[in-house]
């Protein structure tokens, strides 16, 4: 059950920060697609990473389940993305920049969760 918690949790993630990333590249480029909204949805999309990688660390600590160290590395990888876009966010010199620096940090949150769930299949 948690493995499927686990798989489910990976697609939120991919696509809601897919969808994010998309949305806030567009909107450096074009101010008309910025809502206030936009900002609200960075809340669950990055929320997700950290119940994915509480899933993941619940899944792991079962007898019989076997870690991989680079699974472990992009996990984490992803949480400290959160952690570094949220640390820039009102950063003077990012200022006009700002919507750039989310859809990319969410575009690159997007491609770990992607490369993690293929990790081992392929």
Same mark, same amino acid.
């Given at each position: 059950?948690?493995?499927?918690? @686990?798989?489910?949790?990976?697609?939120?993630? *991919?696509?809601?920060?897919?969808?994010?990333? $998309?949305?806030?590249?567009?909107?450096?480029?074009?101010?008309?697609?910025? %809502? %206030? +909204?936009? +900002?609200?949805?960075? /809340?669950? &999309?990055?929320? &997700?990473?950290?119940?994915?990688? *509480? !899933?993941? &660390?619940? $899944? &792991?600590?079962?007898?019989? /389940? !076997?870690?991989?160290?680079?699974?472990?590395?992009?996990?984490?990888?992803?949480? !400290?993305? !959160?952690? =570094?876009?949220?640390?820039?966010?009102?950063?003077?010199? =990012?200022?006009?920049?700002?919507?750039?620096?989310?859809? $990319?940090?969410?575009?690159? *949150?997007?491609? $770990?969760? *992607?490369?993690?769930?293929?990790?081992? @299949?392929?």
């Amino acid at each position: 059950m948690l493995r499927d918690i @686990h798989q489910t949790c990976a697609w939120v993630v *991919i696509i809601s920060n897919g969808l994010l990333g $998309l949305w806030f590249v567009a909107s450096q480029r074009r101010p008309s697609v910025r %809502t %206030t +909204w936009m +900002w609200w949805s960075v /809340i669950p &999309a990055q929320l &997700a990473v950290f119940v994915q990688a *509480i !899933v993941g &660390a619940s $899944l &792991a600590s079962q007898p019989g /389940i !076997v870690l991989d160290d680079m699974h472990a590395l992009y996990g984490f990888s992803a949480i !400290v993305a !959160v952690g =570094i876009l949220y640390s820039y966010r009102s950063s003077p010199f =990012i200022r006009d920049r700002q919507y750039m620096l989310y859809g $990319l940090g969410s575009l690159f *949150i997007m491609g $770990l969760g *992607i490369r993690n769930l293929y990790l081992g @299949h392929g």
